[in-house]
């Protein structure tokens, strides 16, 4: 069974720091990963999708990476502000398919201070 | 692209009544939608998969008879809450693919918290 697992919980930075967050998963043959963002009381924004032959992926200030054998995967963000305050998920989709199922870590909750 | 809108955005309700939650898929047609739930500080947990034309798939320990899923056409699915309880009360997320994208990148809807009294 996929566990994904996200530490720590929560993480609290000053602006303009650059930072990673940490996922790790405990089956390797997964399909992709994905990274969301979650604001509270809202749905989820996806951030990066990232194919198991894929190493990484950019979209502007952030990088996410993926190291399938060792089961891990990292979203870099530049230059943290204020406006990245939020809970960031990963998630992994089995290796069946664009349809199988997707497993979520818990995130970890970013607090960029001013 | 790749829009997903659920409806309503909350609802409060009392203990016994139905709950109907739609997941619209806006600009793309969805063969499959995810229902999904989350409690506070929680992972989100797959409850079933709506298939577009046919019975939804349930995850294990997910009662059917509860949380009715429709999925009568390409842009909509529903999920009805049956005889709510307030261990019913959550914050449930419907998800969508976009075929056309082929990149097995989901796409989600913003959410419906429900609360039963």
């Known amino acids: 069974k996929q566990e994904v697992t996200q530490i720590p919980a929560a993480l609290s930075v000053p602006e303009g720091e650059n930072l990673v967050l940490n996922c790790s998963f405990t089956d390797s043959a997964i399909y992709n990963l994905q990274w969301f963002r979650q604001d509270p009381g809202k749905g989820l924004t996806s951030l990066l999708l990232i194919q198991s032959s894929q190493r990484e992926q950019t979209s502007g200030r952030l990088n996410a990476s993926l190291d399938k054998s060792s089961g891990r995967s990292t979203l870099y963000i530049a230059a943290s502000q204020p406006g990245d305050s939020a809970t960031y998920l990963c998630a992994v989709r089995g290796h069946t398919g664009a349809n199988s199922k997707l497993t979520f870590g818990k995130g970890i909750t970013l607090s960029v201070r001013p | 692209g790749a829009v997903v809108s659920q409806h309503p955005s909350w609802v409060i309700c009392k203990s016994g009544t139905s709950v109907k939650i739609e997941c619209r898929s806006l600009?793309?047609?969805?063969?499959?939608m995810f229902w999904y739930r989350q409690f506070p500080k929680q992972s989100l947990m797959l409850m079933a998969t709506?298939?577009?034309?046919?019975?939804?798939?349930?995850e294990q320990g997910v009662e059917k008879d509860k949380f009715l899923i429709n999925h009568a056409s390409l842009t909509l699915s529903t999920l009805t809450v049956t005889s709510a309880h307030p261990e019913d009360s959550s914050f449930y997320i419907c998800?969508?693919?976009?075929?056309?994208?082929?990149?097995?990148?989901?796409?989600f809807g913003e959410g419906s918290r429900l609360t039963v009294l």
């Open positions: 600009d793309f047609q969805a063969t499959t």
């Open positions: 998800s969508a693919r976009d075929p056309a994208r082929g990149a097995g990148e989901l796409f």
């Open positions: 709506s298939n577009e034309g046919s019975k939804a798939t349930y």
